[in-house]
């Protein structure tokens, strides 16, 4: 193999991937996982990207009886042409492997790919969000939680990985710095560039085309900095959390590093690969938003009854929806709208969607983030139905620090029980049901 190319999920690898295939000359392979056994909707895609490039493979897709393994079908169908080309190689985001695939295909050139760590955040939910990559039941399920392991994991272990001779290749160079492009060039051994999409056409889904018809197929820089524009809420609050809890990520790799002191690392990885897929999972040591959101929502749709339309307030993600008993209908509302299931509204200062059948409204790890907690109260409770709330109150968050969550609002457990009657509730409550945060059911 040639080249392979490496990046944190949202990081522009697949922009590199791209720009790094030119039609009889060189091609590199969007995420072939290539030693992951025969990942058949994998094998079928990557059939597909030969055939567009013009590998002279069969017209039908390979199947395991001829060829045992995946890494076996590139050997024995591909490897001829792959290494009569100039430049070949795979692109991942997927770090459980990293080593393996290295050594056992030994690439002459390493790219590695980066991006601001905050615009990470914000496109990876953008990515759970559009191509909806929640599954009721089983193991998996892509939540916030899920993105803050994820990041934590593969932060660790492309930290590891920058230790070998590589090309550093920032998507914020890359989107606005011909030079950067011109080294990449150089770097593979290319005198240009590629200049069409087969990857991201070939293994389109929603998201990729939603991709491409933003940018279209030229170098977009539209979503530099996209961090600075993102409206206040829990999404920006999230990708702040996460760019403060790995300040290592940016000081590695020259983005501003936020005020929290570098932490010494072990060379170990503190977070398995399989902890971070496995949707029970409580999450890392220590207090993290993001589990305690999981935490809401679970206990959340254990209180939800069948045949229940949910208007779900402050989502950021719809995955509430997943979790709801049988017969049950859900619409998130966030501060943009996320098609088809979560409408656009202004929530933290009450503004909600029109849902008249809504029968029930849930604030879940959202709360916080209001800075005018009784406006937003009473503009919920004119609507005359019942909410499901979680909040962590400051008696039982002694010893967090709660801005550094981007928390605007700090009420005691008094404080809240006279809010909620001020505002005209009745209440029930549920203190402190995982250690730190409460679930109220309000009715008007």
């Known amino acids: 193999m040639d080249t392979v190319v490496y990046g944190v999920m949202r990081s522009g690898t697949t922009l590199v991937c791209d ?30 990207v030969a055939k567009a490039f013009g590998l002279g493979v069969e017209d039908q897709p390979p199947t395991r009886e001829t060829y045992g393994s995946f890494a076996g079908y590139f050997e024995q169908a591909m490897g001829a042409e792959l290494a009569a080309l100039d ?25 590695i790919c980066v991006r601001d760590l905050r615009d990470i955040a914000l496109s990876a939910l953008d990515l759970v969000r559009g191509s909806l990559l929640a599954f009721p039941g089983g193991q998996r399920l892509r939540d916030e939680a899920w993105l803050v392991a994820r990041l934590r994991h593969d932060v660790r272990e492309i930290l590891a990985l920058r230790q070998r001779p590589h090309f550093l290749a920032s998507y914020e160079d890359l989107t606005q710095r ?58 920006l609050a999230l990708a702040n959390y996460i760019w403060q809890a790995l300040p290592e990520y940016s000081q590695a790799f020259g983005y501003p590093i936020p005020e929290a002191s570098k932490q010494e690392m072990s060379d170990e990885t ?87 059948d809504a029968d029930l409204i ?15 109260l009473n503009a919920v409770k004119d609507r005359n139905t019942p909410m499901l709330l979680t909040y962590h109150a400051s008696n039982d968050t002694q010893g967090l620090d709660r801005m550094r969550f981007g928390w605007q609002n700090h009420f005691s457990r008094d404080d809240l029980e006279g809010l909620f009657s001020e505002v005209g509730f009745q209440v029930n409550s549920l203190w402190a049901f995982d250690g730190h945060q409460s679930l109220f059911r309000l009715r008007p």
């Not at 430049?87 to 790219?111: C, I, M, S, T």
């Not at 709801?324 to 409408?343: I, K, N, Q």
């Open 87 to 111: 430049n070949w190689g795979v692109k991942e985001v997927h770090f459980n492997y990293w080593r393996a695939l290295l050594d056992q295909y030994q690439p002459d050139r390493l790219v």
């Open 178 to 235: 011909l030079e950067t492009q011109d080294d990449l060039a150089a770097y593979v051994g290319l005198t240009a560039l590629g200049s069409g999409t087969v990857n991201r056409k070939t293994a389109a889904g929603a998201s990729r085309q939603r991709e491409l018809d933003k940018h279209g197929a030229a170098i977009s820089s539209r979503s530099v900095g996209r961090h600075g524009t993102e409206d206040a809420g829990p999404a």
């Open 270 to 356: 503190p977070i398995p690969w399989q902890a971070v897929q496995d949707w029970r999972w409580p999450g890392p040591d220590g207090f993290d938003p993001a589990f305690a959101r999981r935490r809401a929502r679970s206990v959340a749709a254990r209180n939800i009854g069948e045949g229940t339309f949910v208007l779900g307030v402050g989502c950021t993600l719809p995955v509430l929806k997943f979790m709801l008993p049988p017969g049950c209908s859900y619409l998130g509302v966030d501060t943009v709208a996320r098609p088809p299931m979560v409408a656009a509204a202004i929530w933290m200062v009450g503004d909600l969607p029109d849902a008249p």
């Open 362 to 376: 849930t604030v879940l790890g959202s709360l916080e983030h209001v800075a005018d907690v009784p406006r937003f």
């Open 19 to 48: 720009l790094l295939t030119v039609p009889e000359r060189s091609l590199i392979f969007n995420e072939p996982m290539i030693l992951e056994g025969w990942p058949d909707a994998k094998v079928k895609e990557m059939h597909a």
